[in-house]
């Protein structure tokens, strides 16, 4: 079974700039999150998807958005970026839909898209 | 506030000895509980996790963790480190209610000598 795919896995953009990244989850998961990951801040949470709805939302700038579409693949867009935009993109997949304790939440992760901001 | 310490940045060990990695937790109800394991380039695998029951928790990789609630703790151990075992760590609260953020603590990254 196929794991969660980011693409592209580097990139390299200017201040100013859009960024597109994308993420399919595992066959079957319904929910896809997004987290940044910068060296001196961790894992931060920008958005979760389930169903093509946006169910929750980090404390990220309206510069990041995110969408789902209706085969659960999810695209998370930056707009003007900056350099502190320069960060590991992870997403990750999960379950959904099962009973508490059932393990349908449980996270499983892409590589990650690398997004280096000149 | 939800939150989660991992109050050690950086461990050193030597091939062979021992390892238990420290977490502490902040979670306003009973948590899921999550370590996860990220090698460079990689994304974040799952070793092991807590949902409810036996508060001792096997994982991948022979690593193992103990849910202490009255500590509000869930340390990692090992008692036997390989080099392989060489990753950055991070301890996870999930959510009960699906569609709520999980909370990472910042990681510890180990070192493994030989």
């Known amino acids: 079974k196929a794991g969660v795919t980011q693409t592209p896995r580097y990139l390299i953009k200017t201040r100013g700039q859009q960024v597109t990244l994308s993420c399919s989850p595992i066959?079957?998961?319904?929910?896809v999150s997004w987290y940044q990951q910068t060296p001196g801040q961790g894992l931060q949470f920008l958005f979760e998807y389930f169903s093509e709805t946006q169910r929750n939302k980090g404390n990220f700038p309206g510069r990041f958005s995110g969408r789902q579409f209706s085969n659960s693949r999810s695209e998370m867009n930056v707009s003007t970026l900056e350099l502190g935009d320069s960060a590991l993109y992870l997403c990750?997949?999960?379950?959904?839909?099962?009973?508490?304790?059932?393990?349908?939440?449980?996270?499983?992760f892409g590589a990650g898209s690398r997004l280096t901001v000149l | 506030a939800q939150s989660v310490t991992q109050p050690d940045i950086h461990i050193t060990v030597s091939e062979g000895a021992s390892l238990e990695l420290r977490c502490n937790y902040s979670?306003?109800?009973?948590?899921?509980l999550f370590w996860y394991v990220q090698s460079p380039g990689q994304g974040l695998q799952l070793l092991l996790k807590y949902f409810s029951g036996d508060t001792l928790v096997q994982g991948i990789k022979g690593f193992e963790a103990e849910f202490k609630r009255s500590q509000s703790s869930f340390n990692l151990r090992k008692p036997s480190v390989h080099w392989s075992d060489a990753a950055e760590y991070f301890c996870a609260v999930g959510p009960i209610i699906t569609g709520n953020q999980f909370y990472f603590g910042t990681g510890t990254s180990l070192t493994v000598i030989p």
């Open positions: 990750a997949s999960s379950l959904e839909g099962g009973p508490p304790r059932s393990g349908a939440n449980v996270l499983t």
């Open positions: 066959s079957g998961h319904r929910s």
């Open positions: 979670y306003g109800a009973t948590p899921y």
